[in-house]
């Protein structure tokens, strides 16, 4: 099971372009699922969070390894799919992502990297 991610977040549509942010949405889930197919990335979930007054509307959860996720962001299918995301909804980001094991590794390396600091 993969422990490096990507984290795509969104907030809500730019007011006037709703239809175009379905279709961006749809045209995004797509593109993922493409991916999935052909083993690009080891899966994803799209996530829309319930209104609770902050900028994050929802998000895309995408599970792979690192190498593989790195060439995907940087291919121009992504670049042209952020581009339109961009356009159309607010507070669009892109963000690496650790979970499962990954998550206690980097906390050991915190707390060895930062003892000395420590009062």
């Known amino acids: 099971m993969a422990d490096h991610g990507i984290f795509v977040g969104f907030g809500t549509p730019t007011r006037g372009r709703e239809n ?3 279709k961006v949405f749809t045209e995004f889930g797509q593109y993922l ?9 080891e899966g994803f ?10 900028d994050l509307g929802g998000f895309f959860l995408i599970k792979g390894e690192r190498d593989k996720l790195d060439r995907m962001i940087a291919s121009e299918e992504f670049d042209k799919l952020a581009t339109r995301a961009l356009f159309i909804v607010e507070h669009f980001g892109v963000v690496n992502a650790s979970f499962g094991g990954r998550v206690q590794k980097l906390v050991t390396s915190f707390q ?6 420590r009062t």
């Open 112 to 117: 060895r990297d930062t003892a000395d600091l």
């Open 33 to 41: 699922g493409a991916q999935q197919a052909q083993k690009n990335i």
């Open 20 to 22: 175009g942010a379905t």
């Open 45 to 54: 979930e799209p996530v829309f969070l319930q209104a609770h007054g902050g």
